[in-house]
């Protein structure tokens, strides 16, 4: 039985949230604050052959303007990923080309917003514009302008056919398995360009501290690979830098980006005074997105429906710079093809450079757009055998005690690992959800008529827990005077509720209440590191760290309490933030113990630091059941009803597991069916708003139902896997499939809004 | 440069500052449109004159088979009145469809008319009222009907020294069974109106007005009896979409046509 966890305890930042008292990075001032802002490019490829800054420098309260011409050049990637990242170095501070509208040109340091705005426009730069790659379809053609041709970059895959990244995996026979097939699928999809949309744009402030080290405060997943990377870009050592996160508006993965801080800071060390970035709405558009991706899978089954073959081709479209290139591609096969088993699997994908905005890391993560094509393909498999959708799910998908081989085949841009699942309920999140939808009373849609039509779909899903042999967190706890605990983590809480969810870790190692820990995260200075809040992770992974510091304290305050009950440490239990001695049925509490060992005898700091890293990246599982309603005269479609149960092993914190359920599935159906990037013919995003980008609102919503399945997956921290990226996979196909069920016609293309759905009702006629 | 702020109490004093500005001086009211374009700069007034304490500019009331509303009447008012629902219904619904609760506290029926954006949702139901803009200057008042008042996105009759004073409505018949508004936005809440139909069904004829299809918004009448294919050329002969970030001009005209299609047949 759990005491701390598998509860829904109070946030431990609720409060100081709801009351306004929690500060964010903008929430603290600084004497003689400057403000950054950039000047950027207005074509999509070309040479800036000259800058002339003379009219800008002019302007009274402008401090430094920074650019090709008076910066160094290292390249780097902006990719906030483990060292040595598996991204191309193939972005500079600035470069003497641009490679998408948007792109940087220049940086201002201003005494006000308005005269670093002032400053931008007197900047008078000369182009020379080359052509332009506005579709990946067009990336790989053979005389396609080459994006990436300057020497200095390197871990590009291909420069000469603007392949940022590519691989190809092979288990079987494919080639066989799909020409002796009984049945086959082949289908294709494009998946679209998206943005995070955090409440909070991307938001730095830098400083010199009394020491003139440079302090970062930053709106960061990421603060350790943040040291890391500006320390490389402004080539000064690391321990000349300290990267403080405060509270987070939501990142979703635009924040394990490292683009902003190394500009500021850089204003910061030539003219020693804070400097401040602060992304507008529509630059935060063009700052990071999602990979649009060509996926096509070709699958092979027998008469029965049983899957003995799955090719899936993916091209993803990294845009200008190779952020996460080669890892997203990587997941849209590897957190998608284990699902089911096959015995012949092959992945071929390619990651392409476009002159459009950079893409990056986004909840999903690649995953998200390998299932809106294979859980339609599923789906065309039932109806080609005859079989129901979740039948034909059943009879395919992995189970506990099996693996896959593409777990070892396919990593982080490397081989991965070999994982066996040891923890799965899929089956039964699918039978609960087949009641709640009423899947039985699905007809197909030759049997619909009217201008409004119903439909049924489904989906099931997977994600990782972590990246394995990878991902590395530490904590550190210490007890004090009273017993209560300091726990010290480098995780990072994005308003996800970690720092909630590894507290409660400790409490339950330690044998005490949530309330007695005091936890204090994501400093470079203060807390031992972490990788970074990504690859749903942080309560596996670094609450592995937690629990592994806690098992330590804890045998150090057995060790103290033996001594002062003058008993053995086996005689020792602790319970409710007290020692107790079975035999001699006496005790002490931990305030006892702490005071006795900071100031009676022997004394010592009780405290330890525990590191944890995974062999293996269980996945959580999900099964999606969603009812439609299709406006056949305006190609509107309406989401009824969304029901999604969760296998995510045990939730340490139910309602924030919920939390980040509900918050992706919303967050999947706007990009299912309303969120696109509008570009003119130069690839500028012309609707950076939030007037014409539309997210989901509250009056958008359907009724949600999400339900919890807990399995225990015993490589994690009592039991826990992952949960927040695995919700935002479900929206596409399962609407898509009900898509088909209302009305017979298939997605390829999204967003599926209503032109889009229109324009194919016409052509069916 | 400095910039004037005059908060207006009494009509005699709106029209005599407006009168003075002329062009200059831009009116507030609600300012759910004029704060968003000041803020993307596409407008710096010198002068603005606020309306929203001027009770004289604010509510509905009912004169014999007309409803007089106040141009500074708030959209929540229009929506809470059952005068408005049970005789005007396609007022109501557009007005029930618009923005958000807090948009529609503040924003104002003179200002979606001041404003004449051919997405503007009160516009086309006033077209079946036959409804009147009534203007206020220092030299008098005249009054113009929707169908002449509107001269293209933007663009209307009103003199620089006028103001809008109110809005009268006709046709005080038109129930949730004869008439409705139908508007397309890209998602439920908060979103402009991709294409937009008011109409009214009578035993004689139908009357249509379509939003964000054409600059300016016209008031169509059919007989009864057309073809499909005639019913197409009508329709087409009153629209001109447009492509823009929200829709192409190809679904702006579909979606009309398949709109009116179900009400017409
Ligand atoms: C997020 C958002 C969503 C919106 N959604 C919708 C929508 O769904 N449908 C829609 O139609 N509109 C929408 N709007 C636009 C706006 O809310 C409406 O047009 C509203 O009716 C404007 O009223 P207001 O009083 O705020 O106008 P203001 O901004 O105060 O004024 C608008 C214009 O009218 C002029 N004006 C105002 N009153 C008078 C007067 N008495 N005499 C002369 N000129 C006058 C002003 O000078 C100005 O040019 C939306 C706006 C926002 C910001």
Not at chain 1, 499 to 522: C, F, G, K, P, R
Not at chain 1, 665 to 690: D, H, P, Q
Request: proline share 4%.
């Amino acid at each position: 039985m759990f005491k701390e966890v598998n509860k829904s305890v109070k946030k431990v930042d609720g409060i100081s949230l709801a009351t306004g008292k929690a500060l964010f990075v903008d929430d603290q001032n600084f004497e003689g604050l400057l403000y950054g802002k950039f000047l950027r490019s207005p074509i999509p490829h070309g040479i800036i052959k000259s800058i002339d800054t003379s009219e800008a420098d002019k302007l009274p309260g402008v401090e430094t303007i920074i650019h090709y011409f008076n910066s160094s050049h290292i390249p780097h990637t902006t990719a906030g990923q483990g060292y040595p990242e598996p991204s191309p170095y193939d972005t500079y501070m600035f470069d003497k080309k641009v490679r998408f509208v948007g792109d940087n040109v220049a940086f201002i340091a201003a005494t006000s917003r308005e005269i670093a705005e002032e400053a931008i426009k007197k900047i008078k730069v000369e182009y020379e514009e080359l052509p332009a790659v506005l579709n990946l379809h067009d990336a790989m053609k053979d005389n396609a302008p080459k994006i990436h041709d300057e020497a200095d970059s390197f871990g590009i895959f291909d420069k000469d056919k603007n392949l940022a990244g590519g691989v190809e995996v092979n288990v079987g026979d494919v080639k066989k398995g799909l020409e002796e097939a009984e049945i086959r699928v082949d289908y294709s999809v494009d998946t679209h360009y998206s943005q995070h949309t955090p409440i909070e744009p991307h938001i730095c402030i830098t400083y010199l501290d009394e020491k003139g080290r440079l302090i970062i405060r930053t709106s960061t997943q990421v603060p350790f690979h943040v040291r890391r990377i500006c320390a490389m870009v402004l080539e000064t050592p690391e321990k000349n830098i300290r990267v403080i996160k405060p509270r987070i508006g939501g990142a979703f993965g635009t924040k394990q980006e490292v683009y902003l801080e190394y500009y500021a800071g850089k204003a910061t060390l030539l003219t020693g005074k804070p400097v401040k970035i602060e992304l507008t709405r529509e630059e935060e558009f063009i700052s990071r997105t999602r990979h649009p991706m060509y996926v096509n899978v070709k699958l092979g089954a027998d008469k029965t429906g049983k899957i003995h073959t799955i090719n899936m081709d993916v091209i993803s479209n990294t845009g200008a710079y190779g952020s996460h290139a080669l890892t997203v591609m990587f997941n849209s096969g590897s957190k998608c093809l284990p699902l089911y088993k096959a015995e012949n699997v092959r992945f071929n994908g390619k990651t392409v450079y476009t002159n459009l905005p950079v893409a990056g890391a986004y909840r999903g993560y690649g995953a998200t757009q390998g299932y809106a094509a294979l859980e339609q393909v599923l789906d065309i498999l039932a109806e080609k055998v005859g079989k129901d959708p979740v039948e034909i799910r059943k009879m395919n998908h992995i189970q506990k005690g099996e693996t896959s081989p593409i777990f070892k085949a396919l990593g982080e841009g490397k081989e991965g690992a070999e994982t066996f699942i040891k923890s799965i309920k899929l089956d039964e999140a699918l039978d609960w959800g087949v009641e709640e939808i009423n899947w039985q009373d699905r007809i197909p849609y030759t049997e619909k008529t009217g201008r409004y039509r119903k439909g049924k779909g489904m989906g099931i899903f997977m994600q990782g827990s972590g990246i394995p042999l990878v991902d590395m967190a530490s904590a550190f706890i210490k007890i004090n005077d009273d017993g209560s605990f300091n726990l010290q983590v480098g995780a990072t809480d994005l308003g996800t509720g970690s720092d909630t969810v590894l507290s409660q870790i400790a409490a339950e190692t330690l044998e005490t209440t949530t309330d007695n820990i005091i936890i204090y995260s994501s400093d470079t200075d203060m807390t031992p590191f972490d990788v970074g809040a990504y690859a749903s992770s942080t309560t596996y992974i670094s609450g592995g760290a937690v629990n592994n510091a806690a098992e330590k304290v804890k045998k150090q305050i057995i060790k103290v309490a033996a001594e002062m009950l003058e008993t053995h440490e086996d005689d020792i239990e602790l319970r409710d933030t007290k020692a107790f001695s079975k035999k001699n049925n006496t005790s002490k509490t931990f305030g006892d113990i702490g005071k006795y060992a900071l100031y009676i005898n022997n004394q010592f700091q009780i405290g330890a630091i525990g590191s944890h890293i995974s062999q293996v990246s269980p996945p959580p599982f999900m099964a999606v059941f969603v009812e439609i309603e299709v406006d056949t005269w305006t190609g509107k479609i309406k989401v009824l009803k969304y029901v999604c149960g969760v296998d995510c092993g045990t939730a340490i914190n139910p309602k924030l597991a919920e939390g980040q359920v509900e918050g992706a599935i919303v967050n999947g159906l706007s990009y299912a069916l309303t969120e696109r990037y509008i570009f003119n013919e130069k690839g500028k995003m012309m609707n950076g708003s939030f007037q014409d980008y539309k997210i989901f609102n509250i009056e958008d919503l359907p009724e949600l139902k999400v339900k919890l399945f807990p399995s225990y997956e015993p490589t994690g921290p009592y039991g826990a896997k992952s949960v927040s990226e695995i919700g935002i996979n479900g929206p596409i196909p399962a609407i898509a499939n009900a898509l088909y069920n209302a009305v017979g016609v298939r997605a390829h293309k999204f967003p599926m809004y209503p032109e889009f759905i229109l324009n194919k009702l016409e052509k069916n006629g | 440069m400095n910039k004037i702020f005059v908060n207006v109490e009494n009509l005699a004093d709106l029209l005599s500052i407006k009168g003075q500005y002329g062009k200059k001086g831009i009116i507030i009211s609600g300012g759910t449109d004029i704060v968003v374009r000041m803020k993307n700069n596409m407008i710096d007034p010198e002068v603005l004159i606020s309306i929203k304490k001027l009770a004289e500019l604010k509510g509905i009331v009912a004169r014999k088979t007309k409803v007089i509303i106040g141009a500074g009447t708030s959209l929540d008012e229009i929506e809470n009145s059952t005068l408005i629902k049970e005789n005007y219904y396609p007022l109501y619904q557009a007005v029930f469809n618009m923005a958000s609760p807090q948009l529609r506290n503040m924003g104002t029926i003179g200002g979606n008319i001041g404003n004449a954006s051919p997405a503007g949702d009160t516009i086309p139901p006033l077209f079946l009222m036959d409804a009147e803009i009534i203007l206020y200057s220092k030299k008098g008042k005249r009054s113009i009907s929707v169908t002449e008042f509107f001269k293209g996105p933007g663009k209307t009759v009103m003199r620089d020294d006028e103001i809008i004073h109110s809005i009268i409505l006709k046709n005080n018949y038109l129930t949730e069974k004869n008439s409705g508004y139908i508007k397309v936005g890209q998602r439920n809440a908060l979103a402009i109106s991709i294409a937009s139909v008011a109409y009214f069904k009578d035993k004689k004829y139908k009357r249509f007005a379509f939003g964000s299809v054409s600059p300016i918004i016209h008031l169509i009448e059919l007989k009864f009896g057309l073809s499909d294919e005639q019913l197409l050329k009508e329709i087409e002969s009153y629209i001109t979409p447009i492509d823009d970030v929200r829709a192409t001009k190809e679904y702006r005209k579909q979606v009309i046509i398949n709109l009116v299609k179900d009400i017409y047949f």
